[in-house]
């Protein structure tokens, strides 16, 4: 064997950087949440009636220009949090009402799920590496939209319909702020 | 729930008195009061009326309990209580129950499908009994519709509701209050005869006929206002239709059912099927199968499945004696004993033991597979034959009983194992002439005739009259070669040898004279994608069948043959190793008592192949005006279909296409006749069974036969002065020694006096100067002089230049080399003596003759041809080392010592 110094691994996808990973991950969420919702919308053959009107599920404090990017981070991440948490309940009721199955949305859907709980832990790593406050491991209870409004069957579905559908805001929101972070850190590395 | 309610109502089925008419015809108020009642009593009070009433709902039922007054146990006759049913304001619904006297004092309870949800608006329910001519007062049950919660969205009702395909329902949205109504519908449903009717101020109701089930989970009702939106689900579907139940048992422990499932009731999450198998709930969601434990005994026995969801019920019964309905299970740990060929296996039901079982074996050898079949009492071994030796089988098993046999047992799992090894089976032996050899050949034995690893294969050959000499030749080569004398009669045999022994051999006898194919018939036959479809006529000589052989025409040869029964006189020759485009030569031979003997040849291609073009080598050759095309017979190997003829094609650039044929397949011309002077072009193709092919192309330019003869003269004309001129250049190379031979020089008489010593001395060009005014005799000896005065001449003259003369003097002029031999050699050795010079005569110089100048002994001058004077005073120039190559050859002057 050669006992010459090794080159260093040129910076690349062997070094990949938080923010680069957290990225990606939220890209390939979006894609695939968005595919998820409009499976779940065919499937349930849903009216654009009650759709359109489906309000938000997800609380977080309104979006300023004030804001620094831990700040921003922190949003994101406490939105994600809350995303996941929505859509654990919602998989776990959907089965229980409704039976479990192994079909393409089924699967789609434990992506998603998975996918949304690993842009979690990566955007809190980003979060811890901002210097801001450990993030909750799980979010504040929160009453409203953790639980469909009544019991019926059709509010369910429109519930689940909702949750995806935060999940896919949020995904989107995510690819956009992290590409802006990864984008803004390449330059100042190369800087 | 419904559900909830239903199993309610049915706990109250004991007490509860069904009168339920529905009221078809229009129901008209009755126009009592509550202070209106009427009584036959003394006392002109009735109280014998409901008491304790309460009012249940649950979407589109109303459920009403009431109890007697206790005064009406003094009533010993029918009872009767009047309902009405009033949704707002209007009576919808009227009906009467009868109380008989033993029922009195009693619960009784009353039901009732609205047709419009209760939570969509309030029911008004009056309930009063009647007996003869009296009448108690009416009593007042509201129902309170969970519309009247203020939500801040509209509400559809009911929720989560079953229905039949093909029913009509209603569907009612409560809009919140300063709301209006923009759309209340059924998502899927295009429907046109859907009814939305106010039923006040903020309720709506929607009828519609349910003529699609749901194809989700459920079908959304939506109601959609100005200012939002909500919706509810409803289960629209079918009540069970499973049909032909079927009941067995397996190991008389337990009934397995069976039986077919219906359509699709499209409630899964509605209101799922349930199934109930003799009075016990079927589990594991199964919607086609269930099991029952039980003792299976011999005789009659009733089998009940329940299916049931919301819609409907379906009760199938089967009426069997179970012992005659046995599945048996599949055969456990099957094992095979190579030493007696035994199969063997387990029952995991004791039962089995006493039955009278039959098993199917299927025996799979790689490619092919046999069933055999066994039967016996609690039968669990099986012994196989006539299997392959040396091979690996695949089996697998399934039984079931022999009387009454109901169905097979699954497969068991297959178990494989590998039978013992033999000696091969006999070969397959047939030979071949090669040249002055005889090729004994044979098939390569197959795994399954090998029996295990061939080592070598032993050939035996026998003169008749000889000694037996033997040959072995080692495996996989599968031909020998042998020497034979034709004059006699040999038997070959040939045995395949492998470690379990030899196979026994296989004899071909050679016969005396192996002529080959003299004397038969030599025909033609078509290959297929089949192969080659042969047919002959019976042989009486071929006791033994026929061997038909088969071998590329041209090209190296490796046998193959096929055998055929003696009964057989037609056969379809398949090889993969046919090829498309080459001609197989094909022999039938009788398989005799002694040696084969040869009956039939064929040839033919197993699929013909159009040949390549440029198959010829064209020539044309012009007759008149006619053109001759001929080409080299094509070689059989070329030809990769059969030639049936040839077609010549021809055109100008004018004409059109014009073509003569053959039918000749030997042909080696065609003839063009009659075409016109120009350029034609001939193209050549082979006539084949695929198509004209090989098409070969030659280019003909055609002359008038005036232009041939003038040509000819033209040519003759020209060789003849190419010929002159030849003899011209020649004579002019050559014309010294044409000279010398026509005009040899005059030798000079020996001079010994001092005139000439010393005019040796001078200068040779003072005696040139001289000599033009001399006599002729003294012309005649300079020439001598001359050369006596030079250094001896080289064999060759400068390569590269010569001098000569201008009036400037000497300059370097250059010329052609002068080839040495052809000047100098005749003239070096001369054969005689030099003859006299003529009396004119051109002068010789630089060893050339020079034509330029003439001497004449009566002219003093000299002239060049050109004009040139040359002076007499001048200095005549040095005279080059390589001049006169031939006069020193011959001119041999005495030598004067030099001083």
Same mark, same amino acid.
């Not at chain 2, 009509?168 to 809009?175: D, G, K, W």
């Not at chain 2, 509810?232 to 397995?256: H, K, M, N, W």
């Not at chain 2, 080409?631 to 030809?639: H, K, N, R, T």
């Not at chain 2, 040359?870 to 190559?885: A, D, G, H």
């Given at each position: ?14 070094a ?8 990606s ?17 065919? #499937?349930?053959?849903l009216?654009?009636?009650? &759709?359109a009107?489906?309000g938000?599920?997800v ?7 004030q804001?620094?990017? !831990? ?5 994101l991440?406490?939105?994600l949090?809350q995303? #996941?948490?929505?859509t ?6 959907e ?6 199955g ?6 789609l ?6 996918? &949304? ?8 790593e980003?979060?811890?590496a901002?210097?801001?406050?450990t993030? !909750? ?5 929160s009453?409203?939209g953790?639980?469909p ?5 059709f509010?369910?579905?429109?519930? &689940?319909?909702?949750?995806f +559908?935060?999940?896919?805001?949020? +995904?989107?929101t !995510?690819?956009?702020?992290?590409r802006?972070? #990864?984008n803004? #850190?390449?330059?100042g590395?190369?800087? | ?8 109502y049915?706990?109250?089925?004991? @007490? ?10 229009e129901?008209?108020e ?18 014998c009326g409901?008491?304790n ?8 039922i ?8 206790p005064?009406?146990?003094s009533?010993?006759?029918?009872l009767?209580?009047?309902l ?6 209007k ?8 109380v ?10 009353w039901?009732w ?12 329910l ?10 108690s007062?009416? =009593? ?8 009247h919660n203020?939500?801040d969205?509209?509400?559809?009702y009911?929720?989560? $509701?079953v ?25 899927g449903?295009?429907?046109p ?6 039923i006040?101020?903020?309720t ?8 699609k ?13 100005n200012?939002?939106d909500?919706?509810a ?19 008389f ?17 509605g209101s ?22 039980m003792q ?10 329940i ?12 009426? *069997? ?26 029952w995991t ?6 039955l ?19 039967v016996? @009492? ?5 012994v196989l ?13 399934r ?29 397959d032996?047939w ?28 050939i035996?050959?026998t ?32 045995g395949?040898?492998?470690k ?5 051999p296989?004899?071909i006898?050679?016969?005396?004279l ?5 004397? *038969? ?20 000589t ?5 061997i ?22 037609n ?25 084969? *003997? ?5 040839e033919?291609?197993f =699929?013909? =192949? ?12 012009q007759?008149n005006?006619d053109?001759?095309?001929?080409w ?7 030809q990769?279909?059969?030639i049936?003829?040839?077609i010549l ?35 050549v ?5 695929v ?7 030659i ?7 005036t232009?041939n ?11 003849? %002065? ?8 020649l ?7 044409i000279?010398?031979k ?19 001395k001078q200068?040779?060009?003072?005696? %040139?100067?001289?000599m ?6 003294e012309?005649?000896a ?12 080289p ?23 002068l080839p040495?031999?052809s000047?100098a050699?005749?003239?070096?050795t001369p ?25 004449n002994s009566t002219?003093t ?9 040359p002076? =007499?005073?001048r200095?005549?120039? $040095? ?5 006169l190559?031939?006069?020193?050859t ?5 030598q004067?010592p030099? $001083?």
């Amino acid at each position: 064997m050669s006992g010459g110094a090794r080159r260093p691994h040129r910076r690349g996808r062997m070094a990949e950087r938080p923010e680069a990973r957290a990225a990606s991950l939220a890209e390939l969420l979006s894609l695939e949440s968005a595919k998820l919702l409009e499976l779940y919308r065919k #499937r349930e053959n849903l009216s654009g009636d009650v &759709l359109a009107g489906a309000g938000r599920l997800v609380s977080v404090p309104p979006p300023s220009a004030q804001l620094g990017a !831990a700040d921003k981070l922190r949003r994101l991440h406490a939105a994600l949090l809350q995303c #996941r948490s929505l859509t654990e309940g919602a998989v776990a009721k959907e089965d229980d009402e409704m039976g479990g199955g192994t079909g393409e949305y089924e699967t789609l859907r434990k992506t998603v799920k998975e996918r &949304l709980s690993s842009l979690v832990n990566t955007v809190g790593e980003l979060v811890k590496a901002a210097g801001g406050p450990t993030p !909750a491991l799980t979010p504040p209870a929160s009453g409203r939209g953790s639980e469909p409004d009544d019991p019926s069957l059709f509010a369910l579905k429109l519930w &689940l319909f909702r949750v995806f +559908a935060e999940v896919d805001f949020w +995904a989107r929101t !995510a690819a956009g702020a992290l590409r802006t972070l #990864r984008n803004a #850190r390449s330059r100042g590395a190369r800087r | 729930m419904y559900t909830y309610f239903n199993d309610i109502y049915l706990n109250l089925l004991p @007490v509860y008195i069904v009168f339920g008419v529905f009221m078809e015809e229009e129901i008209t108020e009755s126009g009592d009061s509550l202070q209106s009642s009427s009584c036959c009593f003394p006392s002109g009070v009735f109280h014998c009326g409901p008491e304790n009433i309460t009012v249940t709902t649950s979407g589109y039922i109303i459920l009403l309990t009431w109890q007697d007054d206790p005064s009406c146990k003094s009533v010993h006759d029918v009872l009767t209580y009047e309902l009405e049913v009033l949704i707002a304001d209007k009576l919808v619904h009227y009906e009467e129950v009868a109380v008989t006297s033993t029922q009195i004092g009693s619960t009784h309870s009353w039901n009732w499908s609205s047709h419009l949800a209760t939570e969509c608006a309030s029911h008004m329910l009056k309930l009063r009994s009647r007996f003869a001519n009296c009448t108690s007062q009416w =009593k007042l049950e509201q129902t309170v519709p969970a519309a009247h919660n203020h939500s801040d969205l509209p509400e559809v009702y009911p929720r989560d $509701e079953v229905f039949q395909v093909g029913s009509r329902a209603t569907f009612c949205c409560v809009v919140p209050m300063g709301e209006v109504l923009d759309k209340l519908y059924l998502v899927g449903h295009s429907s046109p005869k859907w009814n939305v009717s106010e039923i006040n101020s903020y309720t709506y109701a929607l009828t519609v006929d349910l003529n699609k089930a749901s194809m989700t989970s459920c079908t959304d009702i939506i109601c959609k206002t100005n200012t939002s939106d909500n919706g509810a689900c409803a289960y629209i579907g079918y009540p069970p239709a499973d049909r032909d139940l079927i009941c067995e048992t397996r190991d008389f422990q337990s009934v397995d059912c069976m039986w077919t499932a219906g359509r699709n009731t499209h409630l899964a999450i509605g209101s799922p099927t349930t199934y109930q198998l003799l009075e016990s709930q079927c589990a594991g969601g199964s919607n086609d199968r269930c099991s029952h434990k039980m003792q299976v005994v011999s005789g009659e026995w009733n089998g009940t499945l329940i299916a049931k969801n919301q819609l409907g019920t379906v009760v199938l019964t089967d009426r *069997v004696d179970l012992t005659k309905r046995v599945r048996m299970f599949a055969p456990q740990n099957v094992t095979f004993n190579s030493s007696n060929v035994r199969l063997q296996w387990e029952w995991t039901t004791q039962m089995y033991k006493d039955l009278d079982i039959t098993c199917q074996l299927n025996i799979i050898d790689g490619e092919r597979h046999a069933e055999r079949q066994c039967v016996g @009492v609690g039968l669990n071994f099986a012994v196989l034959n006539e299997l392959i030796p040396n091979w690996t089988y695949t089996v697998i098993i399934r039984c079931g009983t022999t009387q009454h046999f109901w169905k097979w047992s699954e497969w068991s799992s297959s178990v494989e194992f590998h039978t013992m090894g033999d000696v091969p089976d006999p070969l397959d032996v047939w030979t071949q002439v090669k040249d002055s050899q005889t090729i004994i050949t044979w098939k390569v034995p197959l795994p399954t005739q090998s029996h295990g690893d061939i080592i070598d294969y032993e050939i035996t050959w026998t003169p008749t009259s000889k000694q037996q000499k033997q040959a072995r030749v080692i495996h996989p080569k599968h031909s020998f070669a042998l020497s034979l004398d034709s004059r006699q009669d040999y038997v070959v045999s040939v045995g395949a040898r492998n470690k379990y022994g030899s196979s026994s051999p296989s004899t071909i006898t050679i016969p005396i004279l192996n002529t080959g194919s003299g004397g *038969v018939k030599l025909s033609r036959t078509q290959g297929s994608n089949s192969g080659f479809n042969l047919s002959w006529s019976a042989s009486q000589t071929a006791t033994g069948g026929y061997i038909i052989d088969w071998c590329p025409t041209i090209g190296p040869c490796t046998v193959d043959w096929l055998k055929v029964p003696p009964n057989e006189t037609n056969i379809n020759i398949f090889s993969k190793d046919f090829k498309d485009g080459v001609r197989y030569l094909l022999s039938l031979h009788a398989c005799t008592h002694r040696a084969p *003997v040869l009956l039939e040849r064929m040839e033919g291609y197993f =699929k013909e =192949k159009l040949i390549q073009d440029h198959l010829f080598t064209l020539k044309w050759k012009q007759k008149n005006m006619d053109v001759e095309v001929s080409w080299d017979p094509v070689a059989l190997e070329e030809q990769s279909a059969f030639i049936q003829g040839y077609i010549l094609y021809y055109w100008d650039n004018i004409s059109r296409v014009m073509n003569v044929s053959t039918d000749n397949s030997h042909a080696t011309s065609l003839i063009a006749k009659n075409l016109q002077i120009g350029s034609y072009t001939f193209t050549v193709k082979a006539n084949t069974a695929v198509g004209q092919c090989g098409a070969t192309s030659i280019t003909a330019t055609l002359n008038s036969l005036t232009d041939n003869f003038i040509k000819a003269i033209g040519i003759t004309l020209a060789t003849i %002065f190419v010929l002159l001129c030849l003899i011209v250049i020649l004579c002019y190379r050559n014309w010294e020694c044409i000279k010398l031979k026509v005009y040899p020089p005059i030798p000079m008489p020996v001079l010994k006096d001092k005139w000439s010593t010393s005019l040796t001395k001078q200068s040779f060009h003072s005696v %040139f100067v001289e000599m033009s005014h001399h006599t002729e005799e003294e012309f005649m000896a300079i020439p001598e002089l001359h050369s006596k005065s030079e250094a001896p001449v080289p064999d060759f003259v400068d390569q590269g230049n010569v001098s000569s003369q201008t009036t400037n003097g000497y300059h370097k002029m250059p010329v052609e080399k002068l080839p040495t031999s052809s000047t100098a050699i005749p003239c070096q050795t001369p054969l005689l003596p030099p003859p006299s010079p003529p009396l004119s005569s051109s002068l010789v110089k630089d060893g050339h003759l020079n034509h330029s100048f003439t001497l004449n002994s009566t002219d003093t001058s000299v002239e060049g041809s050109n004009g040139y004077q040359p002076q =007499k005073q001048r200095e005549q120039p $040095e005279v080059p080392e390589n001049s006169l190559p031939c006069v020193l050859t011959y001119i041999l002057l005495p030598q004067v010592p030099s $001083e």
